[in-house]
């Protein structure tokens, strides 16, 4: 969670906070999974909303962002939009949220990227084929799922200035050189990623199997989804994406 | 959870999601986890009491959205605040027309809405202000959404039993006489006791690998004792005294 105060941000409490963001994931994944594919929701051509050109998550997503914009979501530097273009300003009395990041480097946004991970990839694996009507639901999940996946990757962000006031000496040199390679090796911790997608792996066998009376059943009952499809999004796209938004923040700390 | 026949648009389709004892309750076990998640959600924020002046705004503006998306033509869906809707217009999808009489439009959202603030949110959540009042805000509609679905899912139930015992419930309907009806919904207690053991049993799995600190078990339970399966069965007594209007 964001802070108030300064410098609450620590190791410890970032690594916290990404676990607790896991189970966010998984249960956005499992509700996203409740429907099938429903096509329909991401083609342009069948929305077909007065005043709007674009598909049905296009919808739900953009707007849905304006009311929250407005209710102050954005304020939070943890929070990034899908779609910042446009955004309305907030209309309520700002909160003190801590300024713990750089601010040359705090704006860092790369959610188009993980927009397109999430259709092309992502729900591909996720979603059964198939079409239940409930596009309008599918959109709200898709949401859901879009802005936990999204505010992990960035916490990047979060993470990557944590480690620069840690050892500043370590990462300056590598920044002056613009050695994104560098960076990226000296945030890479296999061992760590490792146990990350194990942990994942196994809440998303917990969270999503069939809970009955039968105590027989459980754990080898059926599953409300695939948890492989958890550890396959983290270790494809949201540790490698969380990665990239620390190499780029970092580039920008010496600014 | 349904068979549906998957057509292109341009071809008539219908709908052929089957509503019966064994999907519905199906649906009703599917959506105790999604009502656990959403509250697993929701105590993550404190109480944020800033967000409640904001959120009859914030939740009739996500409505209204979420109306164009075509959300509430499907019957299993009610809104908070209908009055803030246009009127319904027919459907683009064809979803199954099962509920059948005056009770089909039920909806008890204006209750349901008083009892989560009053009693259910004080039971859950902490006392404290950390400026997310707009994911407060959404965790509450997701949470309260979830919650009204289970309890207006009394309708379908309802109609189930109906047809499967009109015979029986239906001189009861004519008479008005709702204890009557309460009678005859009593298999229900049973199916009620089957639930709150699996709810309390999924918390207690699922609670075991949270990453944070929440004595969920009893109170949990205590959200489906208190007011889940009473405003359940009050959905399905006046769907049931409206069914042959």
Sequence with gaps: ????????????????????????????????????????????????????????????VKNTEDVQAKAGRYT?????????????????????FSQFLHPGAASININKSV????????????????????????????????????????????????????????????????????????????????????RVEKKATVFGQEVGLDSDNDGKGKSKFDPTVASRLYKNWVIPLTKEVQVEYLLRRVD | MDKLELRCKECPRRAKAEYNDDTVRASLARLEDTIIFALFERVKFPLNPPTYDLLGDLVRETEALQFEA???????????????????????????????????????????????????????????????????????????????????????????????????????????DKEALMKFLTTESVENTVVMRRVEKKVMVFGRELSQEHDFKGDVSILYEKWLLPLTKKVQVEYLLKRLD
């Design chain 1, 1 to 60: 969670m964001a802070k108030a105060e300064e410098n609450v941000y620590t190791l410890a409490s970032v690594r916290e906070d990404l676990i607790r963001q896991e189970d966010t994931i998984i249960y956005g994944l499992i509700e996203r999974a409740k429907f099938p594919s429903n096509s329909h929701t991401y083609d342009e051509k069948y929305a077909q909303i007065p005043g709007f050109s674009g598909s049905l998550v296009e919808f739900v």
């Design chain 1, 76 to 96: 939070n530097p943890e929070e990034n939009p899908f779609f910042p273009e446009n955004l309305p300003p907030t209309s309520v009395p700002s909160y003190p």
């Design chain 1, 115 to 198: 927009w397109k991970m999430y259709l092309r990839d992502l729900l591909p694996l996720l979603a059964t084929s198939g079409d239940d009507g409930n596009y309008a639901q599918t959109a709200a999940a898709d949401l859901s799922l879009l802005q936990a996946i999204s505010r992990r990757i960035h916490y990047g962000k979060f993470v990557a200035e944590v480690k620069f006031r840690d050892a500043p000496q370590d990462y300056e040199p590598l920044i002056r050189a613009k050695d994104r390679e560098g960076l990226m090796k000296l945030l890479t911790f296999a061992s760590v990623e490792e146990t990350v997608r194990k």
């Design chain 2, 70 to 176: 075509h959300r509430y033509d499907n019957p299993e869906e009610n809104p908070f605040f209908p009055e803030n809707l246009p009127p319904f217009s027919a459907p683009e999808y064809p979803f199954t027309e099962f509920l059948q009489g005056a009770g089909a439009s039920i909806n008890i959202n204006k209750e349901i809405w008083e009892v989560y603030f009053r009693e259910l949110l004080p039971k859950f959540v902490k006392c404290g202000d950390d400026g997310n009042y707009a994911q407060t805000a959404f965790a509450d509609l997701t949470l309260l959404q979830a919650i009204s679905k289970r309890i207006h899912y009394g309708k379908f139930f309802a109609e189930v039993r109906f047809k499967e015992a009109r015979i029986i419930c239906e001189p009861y309907i004519r008479a008005k």
